[in-house]
């Protein structure tokens, strides 16, 4: 990607990352580049700063409000998940540049350093030794004797875990590590897993260049949640950055971020908490008549 060609005259880029790391020597693990190399990035970063204006999401609220223009080429960097990569790889750069970024963490993944059902299984397909494995809507076993297997069958697991509300995704991961006979491996200090520690979110918090914000307490899609379950996903995340970090945010971002994984319910839900901005995964940029609660932004994965 070449990341300057995103930036326009007088709409607003969002570029959504995940991670930084220093080396990406996977077979399996990290192949939708949630993760890229420092390298990567800090080139993306200086490119950015020479050619558009760094905002803010606190920024981005204001002109939202007031309807003010945005800046030539005005772009927010933006991280999700809450990984320890973003404070000692990425910080370092973007304060460097003097870009500002906003950080939605998942609370239940700083609490115990746990990782995503995603990231589990990843983790299994990088090392399981097995040529197949079951999935509850194929018929037939499916072959993961390659990596470009194991690839292909994550994404047909990543289709169906995002679109149906009933899947008990803990027993999905379960049942997959079992039939690739190996221990179900939930935390991980692997460079890939690594989340922050509440010492750093904290720290984070503190800085004025980066805004704080929740993206739940256990990562789970919004959209498929009881009223009651999502209370405690949004009440617990707020709760813990609070307490732990001091953190009293009014900035809030979607598990997933696609249009079926949240909705008008979760939004007023996010305001009756105090949240004022909310973006998504939806692929995109802004103009000055977007809602809040629906901005676009753009995954980097190159």
Request: hydrophobic share 40%; net charge neutral.
């Amino acid at each position: 990607m070449k990341i300057v060609e995103k930036l326009s005259q007088d709409r607003l880029a969002i570029f959504l990352f995940h991670g930084v790391v220093l080396k990406d020597d996977y077979r399996v693990r990290n192949y939708t580049r949630k993760h890229l190399p420092r390298e990567v990035f800090f080139r993306h970063m200086k490119e950015l700063k020479a050619h558009g204006t760094p905002m803010s999401m606190d920024q981005v609220v204001d002109h939202l409000r007031t309807r003010r223009p945005f800046g030539k080429g005005s772009f927010v960097v933006t991280f999700d998940d809450g990984f320890e990569n973003n404070y000692s790889i990425a910080r370092p750069i973007l304060k460097e540049l003097k870009i500002p970024a906003a950080v939605y963490v998942t609370t239940g993944f700083i609490e115990d350093n746990s990782m995503s059902w995603i990231d589990r299984l990843e983790y299994c397909f990088e090392v399981a030794r097995i040529s197949s494995v079951r999935l509850p809507w194929v018929q037939d076993a499916v072959s993961v004797a390659t990596p470009a297997e194991r690839r292909a069958a994550l994404d047909s697991i990543r289709f169906h875990v995002k679109r149906d509300a009933a899947m008990d995704v803990d027993a999905l991961v379960s049942d997959i590590f079992r039939q690739s006979r190996m221990d179900e491996v939930k935390e991980s200090r692997d460079p890939l897993d690594l989340k922050m520690s509440w010492g750093q979110v904290a720290e984070l918090g503190r800085d004025p260049d980066f805004i704080v914000g929740g993206h739940t307490h256990r990562h789970r899609i919004m959209s498929h949640l009881s009223a009651e379950e999502l209370a405690g996903e949004v009440d617990t995340s707020l709760g813990l950055l609070q307490r732990k970090a001091g953190i009293s945010s009014r900035h809030y971002s979607y598990p997933e971020g696609l249009r079926h994984c949240y909705g008008e319910e979760v939004i007023a839900f996010l305001k009756g908490r105090g949240i004022v901005c909310c973006p998504t995964a939806e692929d995109g940029d802004n103009g000055l008549e977007e809602d809040l609660f629906h901005l676009k932004r753009i995954f980097v994965t190159s």
